[in-house]
């Protein structure tokens, strides 16, 4: 998407663009649906969906199954609401659900801070890597490890 507003979203208008990005694909954004992103967009690190069910249990004041809290992920991560960061084995609210971009994640070892970078020419160009060698429809899912500047000074 070159050109185009990239526009990085937090608190209430994160969720304002989410509820907008959902109900524009024809979903509703029920009240467990909120709760939900409200518990994933809390995380300052991906967040498992155990993580977030508690969260939710606690806020809604009942016991919330991580099962659905998983339909609810997938939704989301389907919508470009949450993305998934694999290496983490859990999830984190995108804060640009407008628009559509292969994320970068940096994952510290040592907290697990995540940091959110969106590069397109360098993820554009593992894309024609891919293309190069035969696979079509590449989706690139970049994570890197290491330690975070917070950690790397204490
Ligand atoms: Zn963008
Ligand atoms: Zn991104
Ligand atoms: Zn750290």
Redesign the pocket.
């Known amino acids: 998407?070159p050109g185009?507003n990239?526009q990085l979203h937090q608190g209430d208008s994160l969720k304002q663009a989410a509820r907008e990005r959902l109900t524009g694909q024809g979903e509703q954004w029920t009240g467990m649906r909120e709760a939900v992103f409200e518990a994933l967009a809390g995380f300052d690190r991906p967040a498992s969906a155990y993580d977030i069910a508690e969260a939710v249990s606690a806020s809604l004041g009942r016991r919330i199954a991580a099962n659905s809290v998983y339909r609810i992920l997938d939704l989301f991560v389907g919508s470009n609401l949450a993305r998934r960061v694999e290496s983490a084995n859990a999830y984190v609210a995108n804060a640009?659900p407008d628009?559509l971009?292969d994320c970068i994640f940096l994952i510290c070892d040592s907290c697990g801070q995540t940091v959110h970078l969106?590069d397109d020419q360098l993820s554009g160009g593992v894309r024609d890597a891919a293309k190069s060698a035969g696979f079509t429809a590449p989706r690139p899912m970049i994570e890197v490890r290491g330690t975070c500047g917070e950690c790397e000074t204490d």
């Open positions: 998407m185009h990239h640009h628009c971009h969106d």
